[in-house]
């Protein structure tokens, strides 16, 4: 049985690919993600897990980052806004935003997108009150939800 | 936002768990982290070495015991909860209140065990299993033993698993036909609760348990003792109800005084009462 | 925040108010306390980690002896600064003579500032509750002691 | 590509403008490809951490960064005592007493708020920093604390021994004779309190920079998410002893302002020093729980003593009100909230007889600073309350009384009693357009079926106004000495070699879109696409396309923004034909500028010159244009609007241009067991003249809306006596999410504004609709269970509980005095 360490070396696979590095125990995935990793797509927007800017997906699930420990990655997959359109051509969810006009600081969008793709990949046409309960964990200060609710239906109707 | 130094373990038994639990001094368990992660980005409490349950499978199943008890590992996740055909089968209150904490990304790593043992009076299960009767199985260096609701939870962030000890399951009666209602007000839709009140109502007795007005969950004795045998009508429940506030002493803060809490008290031990009644299968 | 009530104690006045006048008394019934050390008759400080459940809460605390009237009554302050917490506590302690022992008025006014305080008020209210019962069953353990079998 | 149909310069060829094209930010922005002020490092930069007060009011007895600067890995500290050598206090606007506060970028000797920044510490890493503040020793004498505005007037307890009162501003406009109204009224309606609360918009974005300091030039470059960089600068120049020029703003994508990012100099001069000092880059995020204890709240004010004179037929002839404004603990950029409100000061209605005694004072709370609908927002809030205190004591319907004293569309342009210009609106019929969305006429039917199920229904009309593009010389009105006035905004439009359009900004969208409306209203002007236009991302000084007010706030990008764009392009467009006109040897007024082409209008196919010929020529191949002829396709414009000047003697004057008309309208049910309010129809309608983009302007509302709906049920900043934020951070602070937002309907309405150059008035700060619409609604529930008045603005379930419990002891103490 390993004794407890104040840092620790990590296996994560992140979009796609194998990332090892040693972090500090204490470090929050978020940081290991902006930081270690400079994928700042993913945001920060409070300090007690309410707001929803970190959302990832750990192993296919949506994840707030900053409530996680990054050594708590371990082991596991994880996939951020930019492996969305990893190939350069956006989601068909992605391109609802803009047509839409579901975002405007978009500050909290990268978190909106993964909360909204992983319901999507679960139940691919929601009604209203089933979108407006998968994004209850996304905080946005700038669109009232209106846009961003009519995207997310638009893209499970295929609109 | 940022920790202080911490140690950290992932041990891959829970003899190993409780054994780095019981050798180091200042540790604490690590389950879905939705809580402990933000009293320490807080720094309002350190621990000193976490020991992260993560690969305990163990503890991550939904089972019967022998003798028909509901078995739920302390590793169980509230999106597990939600989807497990077990518990829609045995008590589905359980399922319909965990779809109520918080929002999808804490579901999907929030605990039952965390959720209980961090014992926080806003959180949605301590008075809900308390209502239901359920038992809570801790082991530690010295074996198992298995406690109620009234002796496992203690205060504020104090249960009855001590230093070196682990929670490792939670055992709820199945409802056999009994209804089962979960009422309270929230800040926001789906919020934390500003008072909460659980009830079953088996046969001709209810149990009542609230939540949000003490360090623990309060059972509501004296209306429980009136409605037993009764019709459950809405009159005979409000009745039952009158004088429940004045037997508390809740906190205030800026979400309401303590006088709001005694009357939301009352209001959410009725809402919670009809609803148990009319759920009852047998009648 | 104020929290005050009463508590029975099964040992006369002198052995109570020997106990919460003797600042190495007091000193070992708080909890989580690691160390302490007496500046002077009116002072002592303790290094303390209260067991706050989800991790202790290092403090130090500075002990000022306020007014005190024999046998009767004794106030004193207590200032902690920690990580996480700032507290400022004045204590009261109203002592009387009752039949079987000794019948003690208590009550804090506590201030509580800094990320503990920011937790949410509804958490810290029943906090404050837990620390003090802790403090007034040990004393109540301190107390029948001395007056049981004396040191 | 759509073909423009050639019309005069002066109007917009209807093409790009009006459409709600697909913004251009999007793109990067939904792929997380956005750089946000964090998202930026630098090679050796350190993070700053900012060691801050846990008491509202104390001494600062010592501060001992001794450990802090042992610990591995700690660069430097910077406290107080640095500051107040380094750096001089913050310019105050005020006169005196409030003029002669000292405002320095750290606490200096002592605290006045929870959370103030009493020492900074640099370290490797985030963790780092933040280790070592807990290492530095700070002792308080903590001091009696002032949380309250009335108390804090009677100065017992003074904040600012440098000013000796806690008064900042304090005075008295009176414009017609209210004295004879109130004498003449059939009614006066006497309301002895009415509080409007504090509360912030909280961006998600919490405030942060990376300074650099450049050794060699003396110069500062903040990578950083200030919202209005020219009146940063004024403030932080003169107190770091630098020419202004010396400061380089640089802001890529903001996550939301709202006002809430105008007062961040002071972190930026405490981060400006740690640069110079430790020689390296430097760099600080703000996380949520400081943003609330410390960074910038709504205005918080009270109102005494209102008389409202009415006459029999329901017309309001006047009112008069002693206002009291809490600004907390210093005036960043205030006392300018003590003058912005009198842009609006007769809200939607004709009375012509008020007096507003106004007064500002400080308190051990954070300082205030703008917030979506600054100042205006708590003043609407004030006659919307009056009005429907009027409706319901003297029994008159609020659709009717409205309709009544509502300026009238036939009385536009419309002076105000204090000489503001009210351009163009038709509030009557916006109102209609909101009561047709919410079926107004089917509201008793319901209110009798939410009854059966044991809840109380209520209606209620929020009218707004969004008075858009400030006029500084407002400033004077407070302090004559002040040498502000006017407004200014600038953006350079140039046509590159290759034919490419590229636009910079002086202001600093945060998420307006100003990418996308700049380049709709540069494509219309010089007849190409949107596409072919490039405006730069942010705000760069050394764009040198900024003026002294460059920002983004008070509602004033579609006038100063869009004009200085169109006034750029208009230059690069006539030189465009000039050039044209050479090279085709045809007379300028033949030519035409479309499709990404100049060309003879109908002439030949080959008479055409795409974009890049042009652009080529000129820089590259000019050697055959006469000497005389030197175009430059390239033009810097300054958009300056014209408001006269301001009278300081009478309080007159052109505040502000334009006024944006919104008029929500709600209907709520009460529990009146626990006092929750559910929103179960919601319209708001939207009037700003022209509208270039009319899906930007409805996500404005949106928007606005949201944070109305927030502020009326859950979002305030609640101090207990001892100065601490019970309401600290999202775990208390409860911000609306997509599950507590009722399905907004949206109406709009067109009513060009005659003064701005597109006809498009600035909106977005007219959601404060919102907060009266729902205390207007609550109040009306409540009619029906005792009948009390609502006086506060944000009502969550226990206030409403407790409205119900004791409608007396709850209601403001309304007296009618009849004749």
């Known amino acids: 049985m390993e004794a407890p360490t104040r840092s620790r070396a990590i296996s994560v696979e992140v979009n796609g690919e194998q990332i090892e590095m040693e972090v500090p125990a204490r470090r929050l995935l978020v940081h290991f993600i902006r930081d270690d990793l400079g994928l700042t797509g993913t945001h920060v927007g409070c300090d007690t897990g309410n707001c929803g800017a970190c959302t990832i997906h750990l192993d296919g699930e949506p994840v707030k980052s900053c409530m996680a420990l990054a050594v708590q990655a371990d082991g596991t997959k994880i996939r951020t806004v930019e492996a969305l359109a990893a190939d350069g051509e956006l989601t068909a969810l992605q391109q609802a935003f803009n047509a839409h006009h579901a975002l405007q600081c978009g500050y909290c969008t990268p978190g909106m997108l993964m909360s909204a793709t992983a319901l999507l990949e679960r139940n691919p046409r929601p009604t209203e009150d089933e979108v407006r309960y998968a994004l209850q964990g996304n905080i946005c200060r700038c669109t009232g939800y209106v846009n961003i609710v009519e995207a997310v239906m638009a893209t499970g109707s295929g609109a | 936002m940022l920790l202080r130094e911490v140690e950290y373990a992932r041990p891959a038994t829970v003899e190993d768990a409780v054994s780095l639990l019981a050798t180091h001094d200042g540790a604490r368990p690590l389950a879905g982290g939705q809580t402990l992660v933000n009293v320490m980005k807080a720094r309002a409490a350190a621990p000193d070495v976490l020991v992260d349950l993560a690969d305990l499978d163990e503890l991550r199943t939904i089972g019967f015991s022998s003798d028909g008890l509901l078995e739920i590992g302390a590793m169980v996740t509230y999106a597990q909860l939600m989807s497990s055909s077990e518990v829609d089968v045995a008590r589905p209150i359980l399922a319909e209140v965990a779809s109520t904490i918080a929002d999808v990304q804490v579901r999907n790593r929030g605990t039952v065990g965390g959720n209980v043992c961090v014992s926080d009076p806003t959180n949605h299960l301590p008075p809900l299993l308390a209502a239901l009767g359920a038992t809570f199985t801790i082991r530690g260096a010295a074996g198992e033993r298995t406690v109620s609701a009234d002796e496992f939870f203690l205060g504020v962030y104090m249960t009855a698993v001590g230093e070196g000890e682990l929670l490792t399951k939670v055992s709820v009666p199945p409802s056999s036909g009994a209804g089962d209602g979960f009422a309270g007000v929230t800040i926001g839709k789906h919020g934390t609760y500003i008072v909460d009140a659980a009830a079953t109502v088996a046969g001709d007795n209810v149990a009542i348990a609230l939540g949000c007005v003490a360090a623990a969950p309060v059972r509501a004795a004296a209306m429980e003792k009136r409605l037993a045998g009764s019709d459950f009508s809405e009159a005979t429940v409000r009745g039952a109800a009158e004088g429940l506030g004045e037997t508390l002493d809740p906190p205030s803060d800026v979400h309401g005084s303590a006088d709001y809490r005694r009357r939301l008290a009352e209001v959410s031990a009725v809402r919670a009462v009809l609803q148990a009644a009319g759920r009852r299968k047998e009648r | 925040m104020i929290v005050s009530g009463t508590k029975e104690l099964p040992a006369p006045r002198e052995t109570v108010w020997g106990v919460i006048n003797e600042p190495s008394e007091m000193a070992k019934l708080m909890p989580g306390v690691e160390s302490f050390e007496i500046t002077d008759e009116k002072h002592w400080t303790a290094k303390v980690k209260v067991p706050l459940g989800l991790g202790g809460l290092k403090m130090t605390m500075n002990f000022e002896k306020l007014e005190e009237r024999p046998l009767e009554f004794a106030s004193m302050r207590a200032k902690g600064q920690g990580v996480g917490a700032l507290m400022d506590m004045t204590t009261s302690f109203t002592l009387s003579e009752v039949e079987g022992g000794t019948s003690m008025v208590w009550e804090a006014d506590v201030k509580i500032a800094g990320p503990v305080g920011a937790m949410g008020q509804r958490v810290l209210q029943p906090i404050v509750n837990q620390q003090v019962s802790q403090v007034l069953a040990a004393l109540e353990e301190r107390v029948s002691a001395a007056a049981g079998g004396g040191e | ?819």
């Open chain 4, 1 to 819: 590509m759509s073909t423009v149909t050639e019309q005069p310069t002066t109007t917009l060829k209807k093409g790009y403008v009006g459409q709600s094209i697909p913004r251009k930010e999007d793109k990067r922005l939904v792929q997380g490809q956005g750089t946000f002020f964090d998202d930026v490092r630098r090679h050796g930069m350190g993070y700053v951490h900012f060691v801050r007060s846990p008491y509202a009011h104390a001494k600062i007895v010592s501060i001992d960064v001794s450990k802090a600067l042992e610990l591995e890995g700690v660069y430097g500290t910077i406290t107080g005592d640095e500051v107040a050598i380094h750096t001089d206090p913050f310019f105050e606007m005020s006169v005196e007493p409030g003029g002669n506060i000292k405002d320095y970028a750290l606490a200096v000797g002592r605290v006045r708020h929870m959370g103030e920044p009493v020492a900074a510490v640099c370290a490797a890493t985030r963790e780092l920093a933040r280790d070592a503040a807990d290492l530095i020793e700070v002792d308080y004498d903590p001091l009696p604390v002032l949380v309250d505005a009335e108390e804090s007037l009677k100065n017992e307890v003074v904040l600012h021994d440098d000013a000796g009162s806690n008064v900042v501003w304090s005075g008295v406009f009176d414009w017609g004779d209210v004295d004879q109204a109130l004498a003449d009224a059939d009614h006066v309606v006497k309301i002895d309190r009415l509080h409007f609360h504090r509360f912030s918009s909280t961006p998600l974005e919490c405030a942060g920079a990376l300074v650099e300091y450049d050794k060699g030039t003396g110069e500062w470059t903040l990578t950083c998410n200030h919202q209005m960089p020219g009146v940063g600068a004024i403030w932080m120049a003169p107190a770091l002893r630098t020419g202004i020029d010396k400061l380089r703003f640089v802001t890529h994508d903001i996550g939301g302002g709202f006002g809430n990012k105008i007062c961040l100099h002071p972190q930026y001069v405490v981060l400006c020093l740690m640069a110079r000092k430790l020689g390296r880059p430097v760099q600080w995020t703000e996380w949520r729980t400081d943003q609330h204890t410390a960074n910038a709240h709504g205005n918080e004010r009270t109102f005494f003593d209102v008389e409202v004179a009415v006459k029999a037929d329901g017309e309001m002839t006047g009112f008069k009100v002693r206002a009291l404004d809490d600004c907390g603990a210093f005036p960043r950029y205030e006392p300018l909230g003590c003058i912005i409100w009198a842009q609006v000061t007769p809200g939607l209605y004709g009375w012509r007889n008020i007096r507003v005694d106004f007064t500002q004072v400080c308190t051990n709370k954070s300082p205030v600073s703008p917030n979506r609908g600054y100042s205006r927002m708590q003043h609407l809030w004030l006659t919307e309350r009056i009005v429907d205190i009027v409706a319901t004591e003297l029994g008159l319907d609020p659709v009717e009384v409205r309709k009544r004293n509502y300026v009238k569309a036939e009385q536009m342009p419309y002076e105000t009693p204090n000489g503001c210009v009210y351009d163009s609106g038709d509030y009557a019929a916006a109102l209609d357009i909101a009561l047709d969305l919410i079926d107004y006429g089917s509201v008793e039917a319901r209110r009798s079926e939410a009854a059966s199920r044991g809840k109380l229904l209520g209606f209620g009309i929020g009218s707004t106004l969004d008075s858009g593009t400030n006029n500084f010389g407002q400033s004077t009105l407070l302090n004559p000495d002040l040498q502000f006035s006017g407004n200014n905004e600038a953006a350079s439009v140039k046509l590159d070699i290759f034919g490419e359009v590229v636009v910079t900004l002086g202001t600093v969208p945060q998420g307006q879109g100003h990418e996308t409306t700049a380049a709709q209203v540069v494509a219309d002007i010089l007849g190409c696409s949107p596409d072919q236009v490039n405006v730069r991302r942010g705000h760069d000084t050394w764009f040198n396309s900024h003026a002294g007010f460059s920002g983004t706030y008070a509602s004033q990008f579609a006038f100063t923004g869009l004009g200085a764009v169109k006034g750029a392009a208009e230059l690069v467009r006539e030189e465009m034909i000039q050039l044209a006109a050479a090279v085709l040897q045809a007379p300028p007024d033949v030519i035409e500028l479309a499709d990404g082409f100049a060309r003879i209008k109908d002439g030949p196919e080959e008479a055409a010159l795409p974009f890049m010929a042009l652009g080529a020529i000129i820089n590259a191949n000019n050697a055959f244009l006469p000497p005389e002829f030197n175009p430059t396709l390239n033009h810097r414009f300054v958009c300056r609007p014209y408001f006269g000047m301001v009278d300081t003697e009478k309080k007159t004057g052109q505040l502000t241009l334009t006024y944006a008309t919104q008029i929500h309208a709600a209907v709520v049910e009460v529990d009146p067991e626990t006092g929750e309010v559910e929103i179960v129809d919601y319209a708001a309608v939207d009037d700003c003249g022209v509208r270039i983009n009319p899906q930007i302007v409805e996500g404005q509302v949106h928007g606005a809306t949201a944070h109305a709906i927030g502020a009326a049920l859950s979002e305030d900043f609640v101090y207990d006596e001892e100065g601490t934020l019970l309401t600290a951070n999202f775990y208390d602070y409860h911000v609306p999410h997509a599950m507590d937002m009722p399905p907004l309907k949206t109406g709009a309405m067109e009513s060009p504004s005659p003064v701005a150059p597109l006809g498009a008035k600035g909106m977005g700060e007219g959601g404060g609709g919102g907060i009266h619409c729902i205390g207007a609604a609550i109040q009306d529930a409540l009619r029906a269970a005792g009948g009390a008045i609502v006086y506060t603005s944000c009502n969550p379930p226990h206030r409403v509980w407790s409205m119900l419990q004791d409608p007396e002891a709850n209601s403001a103490h309304v007296e009618v005095v009849s004749r």
